[in-house]
């Protein structure tokens, strides 16, 4: 059974619900950066307050500031873990690499739900989060895919990488995932 995961995928496309399925049913850490920073924003931090209104435009938190949410969060785990919003461009990327190589916990495996635009956009809508309205959405989808997207050729490239298609249901999603863990 793997025990160091990766989520990657555009907004929307089930990323969230699926590492917390996943990760209830095997007790791992679910490290999600967008809940993280949304609950120092809900607590009113200084943090929160740094990264309110970029994430309410839906561009991305300062490299730097999610890294240090990171490290803080996998620096002692003890069990497996399932990362979903992180690395969002090739900087994380090697940023990770650092902080897994000195914790001596390589990724093992790479989910890309892969879902198609139109059912992302109606998902998005639906789901009316403060960071859902449609011109946010737009900004979203574009720097997913303008920095996030190249992850996928380069998770790849490492063999790590494996195929969901999440057009589907989330049952249906949720048991080809866990058909593909083992
Ligand atoms: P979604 O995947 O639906 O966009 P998330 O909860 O993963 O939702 O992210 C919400 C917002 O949090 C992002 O639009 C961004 O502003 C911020 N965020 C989350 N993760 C990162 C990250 N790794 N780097 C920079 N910003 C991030």
Redesign the pocket.
Known sequence: MKKHLLFL?????G??TQAALLSEANSYLHL???????KEIELHTDLGRT?KD??N???????E??LEI?KKNLDKVNKGWIL??????LS?VNSLNDVLLKINQPLEIVFYLDISDEVLVKR?IM?G?K??NEE?IKT?LK??KDTTEPLIEYYSNLSLLVNINADRDLKTISADIKSKMA
């Open positions: 995928g555009p907004p929307g496309a990323k969230g999600s950066t967008g809940e993280l920073l949304r990264v970029i994430m435009k839906g561009e991305l938190v300062n490299d500031l999610v990171v979903d919003g992180y690395p969002r461009n994380q998005l789901r989060r960071d859902d946010t979203r720097i997913y």
